[in-house]
């Protein structure tokens, strides 16, 4: 079964680096999303991305963040200058069509030092 | 600002036993998702209900949504150990992306 992949599934930076989360989704899916889940804490929507452009963004997706679909498969979270309260699991999905439940990636968990 | 809430957020209870998870949501949706996630894992697409009255069952979970009382549940029939996991209800509202937000989480631990 197809899966989404994330890279890398650990990443460990230092505070104020720029670091780049990775995900390669389903191939014939056209909505694209990241969340996170701070440790023991709910899932939080960032994201979402369709047709080459953000469709919506959340509070937290401030001005450090900012995603891209380089190459018409991979999907990339850039945070630009990491806080240690950017610590987390980073989550990417998507589905096929609107109704469908999104596929979630096993995550990069991201540490801030 | 829609509000997704669960309860009860932790459940500890014996194999065999039968209990149910709630998840209510403070604005009109008409999908409602039910997810599951192992310690350290991803999340894990169990159930979609996308009308009300709708009614899933695989294995010994059954969920179930009213749209009317802004609810759904969640079912566990004769618990066993391979159902411990948390479990995530997730709503999508108000949005032409389908984005879900999600309620706290309900961990779920089963004892033999």
């Known amino acids: 079964e197809p899966e989404v992949t994330q890279t890398p599934s650990h990443q460990v930076t230092q505070m104020g680096q720029e670091v780049i989360l990775r995900c390669v989704p389903i191939?014939?899916?056209?909505?694209f999303y990241w969340y996170r889940q701070i440790l023991g804490q709910k899932v939080e929507f960032l994201v979402s991305f369709y047709n080459n452009e953000i469709s919506e963004k959340s509070e937290i997706f401030d001005d450090q963040f900012s995603v891209e679909r380089p190459d018409g498969s991979n999907f990339t979270l850039k945070i630009r200058s990491t806080k240690l309260e950017d610590s987390a699991m980073y989550f990417c999905a998507s589905r096929p069509s609107y109704f469908s439940p999104l596929h979630f990636g096993n995550g990069t968990r991201l540490t801030v030092t | 600002e829609l509000k997704v809430e669960q309860n009860p957020l932790f459940l500890s209870m014996q194999e065999g036993k039968n209990y149910t998870i709630y998840c209510n949501y403070s604005?009109?949706?008409?999908?409602l998702y039910w997810y599951r996630q192992d310690p350290g894992k991803s999340l894990e697409s169990l159930f979609v209900?996308?009308?009300?009255?709708a009614v899933k069952q695989e294995g010994r979970l059954m969920a179930s949504l009213d749209t009317k009382a802004r609810l759904s549940t969640l079912h566990i029939t004769a618990a066993v150990h391979d159902l411990s996991a948390t479990y995530f209800c997730?709503?999508?509202?108000?949005?032409?992306?389908?984005?879900?937000?999600f309620g706290q989480g309900t961990t779920l631990q089963v004892k033999p």
């Open positions: 604005t009109t949706s008409d999908r």
């Open positions: 209900l996308l009308s009300n009255g």
């Open positions: 997730a709503v999508v509202v108000g949005s032409n992306t389908g984005k879900l937000i």
């Open positions: 191939s014939n899916h056209l909505y």
